[in-house]
T-cell receptor, first 115, second 115 residues
Framework: AQKITQTQPGMFVQEKEAVTLDCTYD???????LFWYKQPSSGEMIFLIY??????QNATEGRYSLNFQKARKSANLVISASQLGDSAMYFC????????????FGAGTQVVVTP | AAGVIQSPRHLIKEKRETATLKCYPI?????VYWYQQGPGQDPQFLIS???????DKGSIPDRFSAQQFSDYHSELNMSSLELGDSALYFC??????????????FGPGTRLTVL
């Protein structure tokens, strides 16, 4: 069964606007971590932000913030003030303690930032 | 800061040939992961090593094997290559500690094309 669901295959966003990428997850492990990675067309996988299951505050890293709603099992990524360089595929991933640390990825959301 | 190094970056092989992919983790990281990303797909976990011992195994074909050496670098050996093995192969490393510090950082990937 799919553990990470990203329902938005693709999105267009205008430069300087904010964009929210949806991610829901499924786990029975009480201890887990949620990650967002960015994959530009060049192919590398770039770590953006991390949220732990026990973290009380939503994670922020520069223009990236994570809207963590534990009861709803959602971990949406918010990118503020979009830039042309933000055009990429974005993957949500989960690490469960019971899974020895491997990452399980969602299908990804393709973001295109337009001028 | 030092990143994960993978070599080669590109590899072209014929069907039934063998290939060896190399990964050099970030210094002091004790865990290495291998992922396979097919065209238009999310990365799929293959295998991981913690302190030079195999710690978890995913959907890795029997034709593939991997190991981690005393200097912590890892190699993924692929034999009897098939067309379906054409993919981007990522190595990632982390410091196994749980939490934010256990973030996996990815190398640039090896793009394998099987003809």
């Amino acid at each position: 069964a799919q553990k990470i669901t990203q329902t938005q295959p693709g999105m267009f966003v205008q430069e300087k606007e904010a964009v929210t990428l949806d991610c829901t997850y499924d786990t029975s492990d009480p201890s887990y971590g949620l990650f967002w990675y960015k994959q530009p067309s060049s192919g590398e996988m770039i770590f953006l932000i991390y949220q732990g299951s026990y973290d009380q505050q939503n994670a922020t890293e520069g223009r990236y913030s994570l809207n963590f709603q534990k009861a709803r099992k959602s971990a949406n990524l918010v990118i503020s003030a979009s830039q042309l360089g933000d055009s990429a595929m974005y993957f949500c991933a989960m690490r469960e303690v019971i899974s020895w640390g491997k990452l399980q990825f969602g299908a990804g959301t393709q973001v295109v930032v337009t001028p | 800061a030092a990143g994960v190094i993978q070599s080669p970056r590109h590899l072209i092989k014929e069907k039934r040939e063998t290939a060896t992919l190399k990964c050099y983790p970030i210094p002091r990281h004790d865990t290495v992961y291998w992922y396979q990303q097919g065209p238009g797909q999310d990365p799929q976990f293959l295998i991981s090593f913690y302190e030079k011992m195999q710690s978890d195994k995913g959907s890795i074909p029997d034709r593939f094997s991997a190991q981690q050496f005393s200097d912590y670098h890892s190699e993924l050996n692929m034999s009897s290559l098939e067309l379906g093995d054409s993919a981007l192969y990522f190595c990632a490393s982390s410091l196994r500690s749980g939490g934010r510090a256990d973030t996996q950082y990815f190398g640039p990937g090896t793009r394998l094309t099987v003809l």
